[in-house]
T-cell receptor
């Protein structure tokens, strides 16, 4: 049973480019969460999605950030026109319908140069 | 969401028992207490969850007093591989009718195990 898979593990983008981060949840999980972790900080919730629906995006910046979890395929976190301050580790987690335990992926480390 | 307070860092020698206490004075009736472990360059990993009294699994024990305003994660006989950041989380087990809950992480406790 493969765990939560995130790719790429490392992503380098120049300022102004777009970053696309992918997350495949564990098999059978329909809930996906995205978190951002700045250096020496705890994880900050960004968005909670179910298949084709955004349930809670209260942690998402108002501009440039978007997330989706289509019926088929992985969840995508998209950051447009990246800036240096977007450099961070982005973690995805998934959980099942009645499972209270969230399983995390290994994260994508985004570096904006 | 209840706010949590835990020590920023702790040091321990190998083989010792480590107790990390977390304060959550505003815990709500529906809230569970969950601890996660995070190694460098890794995602957090679930350790243990409890509601009251004591919970034990193969990794750790969780002690929760009757008033539930604090909790203590106990790691028996730590080894170097237990060096990690430990997060205490408090949250409703069920949110938005979805059967899962949003996790709110603080800065955690950085545990350093010394040989």
């Amino acid at each position: 049973n493969a765990g939560v898979m995130q790719n790429p593990r490392h992503l380098v983008r120049r300022r102004g480019q777009e970053a696309r981060l992918r997350c495949s949840p564990m098999k059978g999980h329909s809930h996906v969460y995205w978190y951002r972790q700045l250096p020496e900080e705890g994880l900050k919730f960004m968005v909670y999605l179910q298949k084709e629906n955004i349930i809670d995006e209260s942690g998402m910046p108002k501009e440039r950030f978007s997330a989706e979890f289509p019926k088929e395929g992985p969840s995508i976190l998209r950051i447009q026109q990246v800036v240096r301050g977007d450099s961070a580790a982005y973690f995805c987690a998934s959980s099942g319908q009645t499972n209270t335990e969230a399983f995390f992926g290994q994260g994508t480390r985004l570096t904006v140069v | 969401l209840a706010k949590t307070t835990q020590p920023i860092s702790m040091d321990s020698y190998e083989g010792q028992e480590v107790n990390i206490t977390c304060s959550h004075n505003n815990i709500a009736t529906n809230d569970y207490i969950t601890w996660y472990q995070q190694f460098p360059s890794q995602g957090p990993r679930f350790i243990i969850q409890g509601y009251k009294t004591k919970v034990t699994n193969e990794v750790a024990s969780l002690f929760i007093p009757a008033d539930r305003k604090s909790s203590t994660l106990s790691l028996p006989r730590v080894s170097l591989s237990d060096t990690a950041v430990y997060y205490c989380l408090v949250g409703d087990r069920v949110r938005s009718g979805a059967g899962s809950y949003q996790l709110t992480f603080g800065k955690g406790t950085k545990l350093s195990v010394i040989p």
